[in-house]
C-alpha cells in the first residue's frame, strides 16, 4: 500500500453499521428474540424477596438472586449520558442479566472475546451492536468476528494488534479502530492501565498509522473501575485532546469506557450525573466534528445493586465464620480488604442478637487463601445453620467464579423486591 493515506467515505452511519434500527429484511421480529431467549433459558424462577427464597428453599448450597426492577432502574439512569451506552458483558453475561437490559433499551455490548460475541449473536443477532474492545485478541477471533458476525468496530493499543485486523478483518469502508489511550484516576480501586493503553507518544503514532490504513479512527480509554472522582474523565479528555490535535487526524469514534462506580458501603460516590456533567465538559472541549460518536462502556454501575448471594453459615469458630460461598465462587471480589458489602443475617421463624461484631468470612473450600478480605457485621449469636444475604453483588461474581473443589454458585432465582440491606 502506497504511503498516502486513503480516502475515507462518507460520516459514519451508525444504525447500520453498528445496530439500533434496522431495515425490515434484517431486523429480528419480537417473536424470533423471544425464541433465542428461551433457548437460552433466561426466565428465572421469581420470589417476592429474599427471605422468602430462604424460606422455601431452605437452601444448603449458595444462591444469586436477581432483581429485574434494580437493574431496569440502573439502566435509565444512563439515559442522561450524551451518547450511546455499551454494557460491558464481562462483569456479568448471564442471559437474564443481558435480555433485561435489552429490554430497557440498551441494546449494544462491549465484547472481549469470540465467546462473548456467539451469546450476544445467540440471543439477540443483528438486532444488537456489538463492540470488540479487548486490545488483545487471536487472529481467529478476529477473523471469525468479522466474517461470520460482521462486528465492525476494535480496539488496540499497540502496533502489532493493528497490523492482525490489518491482516484478518474485513477491510471494508464501515471498519472503525480505535486508540486506547493509557490512563488512570488515583481515585479508582482498579488501574487498568497498568495492562492496556498506549502512553500519548504512541498513541499519536498509532492514530497516524490507522488512518494511513485507510480505516476510520477512534480514540478510547478507561479511568479504572469503580472510580470514585467524576474528574477522572475531564482530565482523561484533557489528554484526549491534546493527542487529537497533535495527531492531526479525523476522529469517528470517541469512548469514555466504564469506571462508573456502584455505591459500595464506605465509598459513597456522588450521583451518576456528575460523572455525565464530567463527561459532557471535557467532551465539549474537544470542539469534535458533530458526526464523531461517544461511547460509553459500564459493567458494574448497571448490574452492581441488582443482585444478592445467600449463603449459609457452615461452621463458627470463636470470631470467625466459615460459609458455603467465598473467593474461589462469587465473592471472588471480596478478597480485596477495601471491597465491602452490606449484609444481613436470615434466621426464618427466629429472631436474632440485637448486639453486632465483626467477623472473619471464610469460603468452603480448602484453600487458606480462601478468606474476605474485610470483615463482616453479624448480629453476635450468629451460629451454623444461618443464612447471610451479601448484597450488591451483581458485578464480576457470577462472571469469575470457579469450580475449584466442586463448589459454585448452581441456583439462580429472580426475586421482585430487592430490600437494599443497610450498610
Not at 147 to 175: C, M, N, P, V, W
Not at 310 to 339: I, M, W
Request: glycine share 8%; proline share 7%; aromatic share 8%.
Amino acid at each position: 500500500m502506497s504511503g498516502q493515506p486513503a480516502k475515507l467515505a462518507a460520516p459514519l452511519d451508525f444504525e447500520s453499521i453498528f445496530g439500533g434500527p434496522l431495515q425490515e429484511s434484517t431486523r429480528r421480529t419480537d417473536a424470533q428474540i423471544a425464541s433465542r431467549l428461551k433457548i437460552a433459558n433466561t426466565k428465572l424462577v421469581h420470589y417476592p424477596n429474599v427471605d422468602a427464597v430462604v424460606e422455601r428453599l431452605r437452601p444448603s448450597s449458595p444462591i444469586f438472586c436477581f432483581d429485574p426492577a434494580e437493574l431496569r432502574k440502573n439502566a435509565l439512569r444512563f439515559q442522561s449520558f450524551p451518547g450511546r451506552v455499551l454494557y460491558a458483558v464481562k462483569c456479568n453475561p448471564h442471559p437474564f442479566i443481558l435480555e433485561t437490559l435489552y429490554n430497557v433499551g440498551i441494546r449494544d455490548f462491549d465484547v472481549a472475546s469470540i465467546k462473548e460475541v456467539e451469546l450476544i449473536e445467540s440471543l439477540f443477532g443483528k438486532s444488537a451492536g456489538m463492540f470488540f474492545n479487548n486490545p488483545a485478541k487471536t487472529r481467529s477471533a478476529i477473523r471469525d468476528a468479522s466474517s461470520k458476525f460482521g462486528i465492525r468496530f476494535y480496539t488496540i493499543d499497540h502496533a502489532s494488534e493493528l497490523k492482525k485486523l490489518l491482516d484478518e478483518a474485513k477491510r471494508d469502508s464501515d471498519l472503525v479502530v480505535a486508540v486506547r489511550l493509557s490512563n488512570s484516576s488515583p481515585d479508582a480501586r482498579y488501574a487498568l492501565s497498568k495492562k492496556f493503553g498506549a502512553h500519548p507518544e504512541e498513541a499519536i503514532e498509532l492514530l497516524r498509522a490507522v488512518q494511513r490504513a485507510g480505516i476510520r479512527t477512534g480514540l478510547s480509554f478507561h479511568v479504572g473501575s469503580q472510580c470514585l472522582a467524576p474528574d477522572a474523565f475531564t482530565e482523561a479528555l484533557q489528554t484526549c485532546r491534546q493527542v487529537i490535535r497533535r495527531a492531526s487526524v479525523p476522529i469517528s469514534v470517541l469512548n469514555v469506557g466504564g469506571g462508573f462506580p456502584a455505591p459500595y458501603p464506605g465509598d459513597d460516590p456522588v450521583i451518576l450525573d456528575h460523572y455525565f456533567a464530567s463527561t459532557i465538559f471535557g467532551y465539549q472541549a474537544l470542539q469534535l466534528p458533530p458526526g464523531c460518536l461517544l461511547f460509553c462502556e459500564p459493567g458494574r454501575a448497571l448490574v452492581a445493586t441488582a443482585a444478592s448471594v445467600v449463603t449459609q453459615v457452615l461452621l463458627r469458630k470463636d470470631r470467625a465464620v466459615y460459609l458455603n460461598d467465598g473467593v474461589f465462587g462469587s465473592l471472588q471480589e471480596l478478597r480485596h480488604p477495601k471491597e465491602k458489602r452490606p449484609v444481613r443475617l436470615i434466621r426464618p421463624g427466629r429472631g436474632a442478637a440485637t448486639r453486632l461484631g465483626a467477623f472473619r468470612a471464610y469460603g468452603p473450600t480448602c484453600d487458606s487463601d480462601d478468606v474476605l478480605g474485610a470483615p463482616i457485621v453479624l448480629p453476635e449469636d450468629v451460629a451454623e445453620g444461618d443464612w447471610i444475604e451479601i448484597g450488591m453483588m451483581g458485578a464480576y461474581s457470577l462472571a469469575m467464579q470457579t469450580q475449584f473443589n466442586g463448589l459454585s454458585v448452581d441456583q439462580i432465582v429472580a426475586v421482585d423486591n430487592l430490600t437494599q440491606i443497610n450498610s
